[in-house]
């Protein structure tokens, strides 16, 4: 069973994945910069939708610190781990948040942080793979404070 | 200068997957702000933070501004032996500060 959301999610990971965003006009359709740091990361690779969760607050009262978590399933062995966790965004005023760099090292892909976040969006995580595979996964939070563009705070 | 805090599980187990946080005082200023008279404030941000364990890297962030001031980075790495964890951070206008802990596996 399929529902609404995680049809748009599916949808969404595989129009960034091929770059074809413009030929699938539905709601959550991201802005060119997201795609682009999307292409830039993945090299046109296709990014599929799963093995990773983003934990990040739906509903956020202050931008300017949010607390975001990033798992991903991986038994993180010399043959099989995660190389690198991206976040990007999809109305901030620069795409990206941060990239990580991961190893057999890492016992297990995971990192926490704090983020700004500009406006109501969708925050995109994407994993890569060390068998070069590129799995994501999106959260859809509502901004009540913004960070960055605040005006008069200085 | 900023101070920098990590927090390392001081006695380990061989093997087991440790948590390491660590946190740093700046500003990460975006570089999108403006003064009340307009003018842009400019951007100082940390760019780069690299984790070693005993001088093998095992962790890496690239920082952008969307990264709140004070940057906060908690991670895992598997304890193999007793040694040092150093970490680094980078930045605009010359950033650096380089902080360590102690680790005794057992």
Known sequence: MTSRRDFLIAASGAAGGIGLAPASRHAQATPAAMQEAIRKVTGGAPVRNGRVKLDVPPLIDNGNAVPLSVAVESPMTPSDFVKAIHVVTERNPLPNVLSVYLGPRSGRARFATRVRLADTQTVLAIAQFSDGSFWSDSVHVVVTLSACLEEGLI | ?106
């Open chain 2, 1 to 106: 200068m900023a101070r920098a805090v990590v927090n390392v599980p001081a006695k380990v187990k061989r093997g087991e997957i440790i948590e390491v946080k660590t946190l740093i005082q700046h500003v990460m200023e975006t570089g999108f702000r403006r003064t009340q008279l307009g003018e842009v404030i400019p951007r100082d941000i940390i760019r780069q933070f690299v984790c070693t364990y005993n001088g093998a890297e095992i962790f890496r962030a690239e920082l952008h501004p969307a990264v709140s001031a004070n940057p906060l980075l908690a991670f895992s790495t598997v304890a193999t032996e007793s040694g040092t964890i150093a970490f680094t951070w980078t930045g605009d206008k010359g950033f650096s500060v380089t902080e360590s802990a102690k680790i005794t596996v057992v």
